[in-house]
């Protein structure tokens, strides 16, 4: 018996990096799986495949989800991406970044890829601490669609358990990074920016920047990538 | 204030042609989905496309699903479809006709769809009394799909509730034809067959064939389909 297989989803960002490593350091055998969108920040499925190569996965694929039925995203369509919203408008209320069922789509196409592969665990690298206020990143979430995936799969009707870990749900930034870091994360290779230039560098600004830059503030390092506005 | 809006699944087989007739009967505006996911029934997406025509749907999307990332379903790969397994043997196990997480990935998506048309109402033919062994066809799948939709997005978040109808899902395929022919549904338009002759015409054999014939049989009606082998 080889090690058992883990299924990771995998943006290219902070977050899914840390649980890549996570899921490596518990000794899975590492899958993969990141998703083409039609988001806006590309450069992300450019990070997800820099991680993949450099944690060694055993297979990585991109899935192409067609957004064309997706509406009133600022990650899909041409809303502009808010800049410098200060930490208490950032926890108020669902931000017009939200896609619609995003983390639904993506976990049940993972799950599927995970019964295909005769995976029972799941990792994907919510976070619901210094998190954007989108409401499929919190643990009552995860919990639900992991009771559903169990009566939704041959494996869980057959006696088997799926498992959704989200080992950073209850995280701050600053903790994710402090745990990434001690596990060999190269935060250099990820990608986190809504907004970024056209060369990659990051805006600095939009929601998704600004928690970045908390965190690896309040975890006492500096931050590899490179930003416009600094 | 128009009709509510309601997303059907439609496959373009026999049940979800009675679930969107059900749902019409009910006062929706329909907006129907179907799913490209290189079933080798494509018939089915055809059929799909006149029996939204023939119930003057408002919106209807085929959206392609990558199936490069599923193995081992005999609906997408080369493994036979069995065919005449009696009654006995249909209702033992999770036949190989199964796709991993399929009706969890559709419903998701559907899920998407209905955020960003802004409805609240999902219909899904799933049956869970003469149906194939499929788990993701039993109505704590779908109880457990509606929980955790509800925890996924927006509308759930912010006071409404997501509703995944299932209104053939006690009902044997003799009823569900029953209450289609009072609501007018043309089966002639529809399409079950696993394993169809290059002209579409239905093998008669494979499970769904069989479930299908039996459901006329049961419904003192015959079906205006053309068959290979009768």
New interface residues.
């Given amino acids: 018996m080889g090690a058992p297989k883990a299924v990771i989803l995998l943006s290219g960002g902070l977050d899914s990096a840390t649980a890549l490593a996570i899921a490596k350091s518990q000794g899975f055998e590492l899958h993969a ?1 990141s998703f083409d969108y039609g988001q806006r920040h590309r450069f992300e499925l450019a990070a997800a495949q820099q991680v993949a190569n450099a944690a060694q996965v055993a297979s990585h ?1 991109v ?2 989800v ?1 957004t ?5 995203s600022a990650l899909t369509n041409d809303i502009p991406v808010p800049h410098n919203r200060g930490e208490a408008e950032m926890s108020t209320g ?1 931000p017009v970044t ?8 993506f ?3 993972a ?7 005769g995976a029972s665990d799941l990792f994907l690298g919510v976070n619901a601490v210094d998190y954007s206020g989108y ?2 990143c ?1 643990p ?2 995860v919990q ?2 992991e ?3 169990n ?4 494996v ?3 006696g088997g358990r799926i498992r959704i870990h989200a080992p950073l749900i209850h995280l701050t930034k600053g903790q994710i990074i402090q745990q990434g870091l001690l596990l060999g994360v190269n935060y250099g290779l990820t990608h986190s920016c809504y907004d970024p230039a056209a060369d990659g560098a990051s805006c600095g600004e939009c929601d998704s920047c600004q928690l970045r830059l908390k965190g690896f503030a309040e975890a006492n390092s500096k931050d590899p990538i490179r930003y416009i506005n600094r």
Avoid: W
């Fill in positions: 799986i694929v899935f192409r067609d064309a039925i997706f509406q009133g669902i939200y896609v619609p069922a995003r983390n639904t789509i976990l049940s196409v799950l599927g890829l995970a019964e295909s592969l409401p499929d919190r009552e979430f639900a669609f009771q559903m995936a009566l939704a799969t041959k869980g009707v057959e």
